[in-house]
C-alpha cells in the first residue's frame, strides 16, 4: 500500500490530509503539497487510528509530552494517568518512553488509553532486553534492534525516534573535539556510543539505514531522527559533534523522503536564547524545510525545578524561528520521574510557548485571539475572557475562589477597578483603535 508521502506525490488528497486542513484553516492541495516536498507529516500507522495531527510548515507548532516508567519506578496505573492527562491538557502528540516493567504491556496499554499519534525510542526496548538477556546491553544484535522496531510498529506506534545519525564518524569528531561540558545527555545515544566503541562497529541503524526505511514504510510510521548528541549543557551547544550528527539526520532526511517515508529532524537540548535562530536555519536549510522537533530547548542550566520555565522561553523563541513540534519539559527535569501533576504543569507551559512563539510566527492569525481578549478584558465581559483563556478551568478555578464584591471586577483592585474607571470616562466605543 502507498504511503501518504507516496500518495502526496501522486496528486491525492487522503482524508488525513483533509482533517488536518479543517483544524489548521489551510487547503487540503495545501497540505498535500507540503507532504509531498517532506515539509509536513502527519504521524500515523496502519494498523492504529489516532487523532490526525500535522507538523510543519504553516501549521501550528505542536506540543510533545513524553511519559514512561524508568527503572526505578514502575506503575503502569500511573503512567497510563499521565498519558491521559497530557491528552487533556492538549499535548498534540504523546511519547512512550518506558525502560521499566513489561515494556510491551505498557506500550500497548498506553496506545489503547488515548488517541493522540504517540511515539517512541526503539532503541530503549531493544537495549534494555538485551540487558535483561545477556546483563550487557552492548550484546544487542542487530536482528533484535530490528525485530523491536518492527514489533513496536506492528503495536501502532505513529512516530519513532531513531538515532541513525550517529556513525563512527561523528564519534571520531566528539573524541576530537576533546571536551564536553556536559557529556553524553541521550539515553540512546550514549548507549549506542557505548554499543558502537564496545563492539568496533559502524551503527546499524546508519549502515542499514534502507532497513529501518523499510520497516518504518510498511506501517506509514514517521522516522524521527534523534539527536543522540544533543547538548546537555549550554557551553556544548552548537559544538563540532551536534552539528556533525545534524549534518547526517538532515541527509538521512532527504533520503527517506525519496524513499516515501515521512521524515522529522530532532534538534538541540540546551540553547541559549541568542543560538536559537542559527540552529532553526541551520536545520530548515540543510533538510529542505523538513519539520524540526526540538527538545526543549532549554535555555540555560541552572533552573532545576524550574525548567518547564527555561524550556518555554526556548520554546517560544523556537516557535517563532519555525520550530514545529515542541518536547515538553517538565518541573521534574533533571530531578526525578515526573508525576502527573509535572505532566500537566508541563504540557500546559509548553502550550503557553508555542502560543506565544506562533504569535509571532504568524503575525495576521495568530493575534485574533489576544485581540478578542483585549475587548472582553476591556469590556468586563468575564464568560467572554474565560472563553479566550488558553486553559478556561484554571482561570475559572482562581476567580471562584475569590469572588469581587461587583461581579465586573475582580479582588484585584476591587472598586478601583481600571477596567470599569476607563469604561465610565470614555465609554468603550471612544477607546482610541479600532471598534472590535
Ligand atoms: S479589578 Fe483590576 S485586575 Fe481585576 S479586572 Fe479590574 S483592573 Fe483588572
Not at 548507549?191 to 526505511?213: C, H, I, Q, S
Not at 471562584?400 to 474607571?421: K, L, Y
Amino acid at each position: 500500500m502507498a504511503t501518504i508521502i507516496e500518495q502526496a506525490c501522486k496528486g491525492r488528497i487522503t482524508p488525513e490530509m483533509e482533517a488536518v486542513a479543517q483544524k489548521e484553516q489551510v487547503e487540503a492541495a495545501y497540505v498535500r503539497e507540503m507532504i509531498a516536498a517532506g515539509k509536513i507529516i502527519i504521524p500515523l500507522n496502519t494498523v492504529r487510528k489516532s487523532s490526525p495531527v500535522g507538523i510543519g510548515k504553516g501549521l501550528a507548532t505542536k506540543v510533545n509530552a513524553s511519559i514512561g516508567t524508568s527503572s526505578d519506578i514502575v506503575d503502569i496505573d500511573a503512567e497510563i494517568r499521565k498519558a491521559r492527562a497530557a491528552e487533556d491538557c492538549g499535548a498534540d502528540t504523546l511519547m512512550e518512553l518506558s525502560v521499566g516493567g513489561d515494556l510491551d504491556r505498557i506500550r500497548r496499554e498506553v496506545l489503547a488509553a488515548v488517541k493522540l499519534p504517540v511515539g517512541n525510542v526503539p532503541l530503549y526496548q531493544a537495549f534494555c532486553e538485551a540487558s535483561r538477556k545477556y546483563k550487557d546491553p552492548n550484546k544487542l544484535s542487530e536482528e533484535m534492534l530490528f525485530d523491536c522496531i518492527e514489533k513496536q510498529c506492528a503495536d501502532g506506534i505513529s512516530f519513532m525516534a531513531i538515532h541513525c545519525g550517529i556513525n563512527l564518524y561523528t564519534v571520531e569528531r566528539l573524541k576530537k573535539q576533546g571536551y564536553r561540558y556536559g557529556g553524553l545527555v541521550s539515553k540512546g545515544g550514549t548507549t549506542m556510543v557505548g554499543w558502537m566503541l564496545a563492539n568496533k562497529r559502524e551503527n546499524p541503524l546508519y549502515e542499514k539505514f534502507d532497513r529501518v526505511v523499510a520497516i518504518l514504510k510498511k506501517y506509514d510510521v514517521v522516522l524521527s531522527l534523534g539527536n543522540g548528541l544533543r547538548a546537555g549543557a549550554i557551553h556544548d551547544s552548537f559544538d563540532r559533534a551536534q552539528v556533525q550528527e545534524l549534518i547526517l539526520n538532515c541527509e538521512l532526511a532527504e533520503i527517506g523522503r525519496k524513499m516515501g517515508c515521512q521524515m522529522m529532524v530532532e534538534g538541540p537540548g540546551h540553547v541559549p536564547l541568542d543560538e536559537i535562530e542559527a540552529n532553526i536555519i541551520l536545520q530548515k536549510r540543510m533538510s529542505n524545510e523538513a519539520p524540526y522537533y526540538m527538545l526543549g530547548p532549554l535555555a540555560t542550566d541552572v533552573t532545576p525545578g524550574y525548567d518547564h520555565i527555561s524550556s518555554a522561553i526556548g520554546a517560544a523563541s523556537s516557535a517563532r524561528y519555525g520550530a514545529d513540534l515542541i518536547c515538553y519539559i517538565t518541573p521534574a527535569e533533571h530531578l526525578a520521574l515526573p508525576t502527573e501533576e509535572d505532566v500537566r504543569v508541563g504540557v500546559k507551559t509548553a502550550k503557553i510557548a508555542v502560543y506565544i512563539g506562533d504569535m509571532n510566527k504568524y503575525k495576521e492569525s495568530g493575534r485574533v485571539r489576544d485581540k478578542k481578549m483585549s475587548k472582553a478584558r476591556r469590556d468586563s465581559d468575564w464568560e467572554k475572557q474565560f472563553s479566550y483563556a488558553l486553559f478556561e478551568d484554571d482561570a475559572r478555578e482562581i476567580r471562584n475562589t475569590r469572588q469581587p464584591n461587583n461581579e465586573r471586577t475582580c479582588t484585584m483592585c476591587g472598586e478601583f477597578c481600571a477596567n470599569e474607571g476607563s469604561s465610565r470616562l470614555f465609554k468603550n466605543d471612544l477607546i482610541p483603535g479600532e471598534k472590535l
